[in-house]
């Protein structure tokens, strides 16, 4: 679905991605791991360019748009399926079955409670939740995250990541935890300094082996060495 042969990146006159080959097949569940400023986002922001119709975001900073509530903010998951009109109508009052459907995604994310409430209101962990309630409204095959679950405590990014991860055929999501990265993938693809170091199937390495890469440590060969 997905494919990267040679690719890098600049921002401004630093080069952020070099000599990237990647392939990604539909059905795949890819973890990007690495130590902060390795080019995880880089990354996945330069595969989402490749085909963003059939991709549900989930932007690292969330990317909510505070004036609007909740519930309109999980529902812009929807706009591209529908025309301007029919989208304006539903964000000011509601259709019955839309609510319903916006509702049913923020119960299933615990935030059944918040539907009037504006972002800016919530703590990071919920408005976490609201942007990934917008991608599931979204309904695509394909997810991407950017550290999606971050800001939430480890059981609770353990169970979001689980039913998010289950409504989509192929996933790929930047994560900060070696443990979901090990618990929720079949792949991991491991960044450091702008490259990719390391492409293992994730039964194949050790949470220690992982863990090595998020500190940018020198053990990258030792886990190829594993393999």
């Known amino acids: 679905m997905f494919e990267l042969s040679h690719a890098s990146l600049d921002h401004g006159k630093q080069r952020v991605l070099h000599d990237i080959s990647v392939n990604i097949a539909a059905g795949e569940k890819v973890a990007l791991i690495g130590p902060s400023g390795a080019g995880k986002s880089s990354l996945l922001s330069l595969l989402w360019e490749q085909s963003p119709a059939d991709i549900a975001l989930c932007p690292q900073d969330s990317a909510l748009v505070d004036i609007l509530s909740v519930y309109q903010n999980i529902y812009m998951g929807a706009l591209s399926r529908h025309g301007n009109i029919y989208n304006l109508l539903n964000l000011i009052r509601p259709w019955a079955d839309r609510r319903r459907e916006v509702s049913m995604i923020a119960e299933a994310l615990g935030i ?40 939430l405590d480890p059981a609770q990014g353990d169970e979001l990541l689980s039913l998010v991860l289950g409504e989509h055929d192929t996933a790929v999501v930047a994560i900060h935890s070696p443990e979901l990265a090990l618990k929720h993938f079949t792949r991991l693809i491991a960044l ?13 390495v050790t949470l220690d082996q992982v863990s090595s890469i998020y500190s940018g440590g020198p053990s990258v060969q030792a886990v190829d060495n594993a393999r």
């Open 112 to 151: 059944g409670e918040k539907l009037k409430t504006s972002p800016d209101k919530l703590s990071g962990g919920q408005r976490q939740r609201v942007a990934l309630g917008r991608a599931l409204y979204r309904k695509q095959p394909v997810f991407f995250g950017d550290e999606p679950v971050s800001s």
């Open 192 to 204: 450091q300094h702008g490259r990719i170091v390391g492409d293992w199937p994730a039964d194949t």
